[in-house]
């Protein structure tokens, strides 16, 4: 557990939880990887908003990109804004400022930013219009809100033993379970015009675990979060798996990692859209 864990600010409803092992995977990602999509959209001077920033590696990207305007990134859970803020101070990002707050009642007045993002946050929350909502009441006339979410079905594991495969699918039922969108990604348009914003952009990419080095943290991760007892009680809690499964799932995730050419992708679904 990450010391600045606060367990009281984080609602039941998130399953990826603080833990050290998730913030490595977290640690792993920026701007020109995790939103290429929107970067072209950005240009000095905007004010962007990042829901569901966590550690904000990606927040200091987008706030590189609009400098001199500024990045503002919010997130529930307090002990990740704390290392957002660190992280800024420690990079010289002045413009890329960070607090608590719910992504479903934004803190933050009508029609005052440029554009929002969000990276895996809307497969996380339960109420998705409540999000598309208060994203819409915070943009400007013209505004562009842009995700990046899980598509949890064309993720894969290669070799794709079967009883692997299987506990993919019992991960998506457990954030399911949860109140999330395992496949949300692919539900972003639609998503989208339903909440009254025009699409500009839809595509679709992987986060690809390819060399030897990727694949070893791929196989310590999942050792560490999808094997750790919290995950596998609350899978057996809600009836998506016996501790035999995950036993079996444990022996066969040591034979991908050892099997030559071992590769791992999650898939991610990616829309920009625009405020009429
Ligand atoms: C999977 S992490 C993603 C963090 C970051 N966007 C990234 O991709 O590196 C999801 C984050 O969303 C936050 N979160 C979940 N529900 C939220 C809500 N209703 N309001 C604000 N933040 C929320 C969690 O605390 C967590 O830090």
Request: hydrophobic share 40%.
């Amino acid at each position: 557990m990450n010391s600045k864990q606060n367990p009281d600010s984080a609602t039941a409803s998130y399953t990826m939880g603080y833990s050290d092992e998730f913030l490595q995977l977290l640690d792993r990602r920026n701007a020109e990887t995790n939103a290429a999509h929107l970067l072209a959209h950005l240009k000095p001077g905007m004010r962007v908003l990042d829901l569901g920033c966590g550690p904000g590696t990606i927040s200091m990207g987008l706030a590189k990109a609009v400098d001199p305007g500024e990045t503002h990134g919010i997130d529930m859970e307090e002990s990740q804004i704390e290392i957002a803020r660190a992280a800024a101070g420690a990079g010289g990002h002045r413009n890329a400022v960070f607090r608590t707050g719910d992504a479903t009642r934004l803190p933050y007045e009508d029609s005052s930013f440029d554009a929002a993002h969000c990276h895996a946050l809307l497969m996380h929350v339960p109420d998705t219009d409540a999000v598309l909502a208060e994203v819409k009441r915070v943009l400007k006339p013209g505004g562009l809100i842009s995700a990046r979410e899980m598509i949890g079905s064309s993720s894969f594991s290669e070799p794709a033993f079967e009883a692997l495969a299987d506990a993919w699918v019992t991960f998506a039922k457990l954030l399911e379970a949860n109140g999330s969108h395992p496949e949300m990604g692919k539900e972003l348009p639609r998503r989208f015009l339903e909440a009254g914003y025009s699409v500009i952009h839809g595509s679709a990419s992987f986060e690809y675990f390819g060399t030897p080095e990727d694949v070893a943290f791929y196989h310590a991760f999942s050792v560490s979060w999808f094997f750790a007892p919290k995950t596998v009680e609350a899978a057996i809690k809600y009836g998506l798996a016996t501790q035999e499964k995950f036993d079996n799932w444990r022996r066969l995730l040591d034979q991908w990692r050892d099997s030559p050419g071992a590769v791992s992708a999650i898939a991610w679904g990616e829309a920009i859209g625009r405020k009429p």
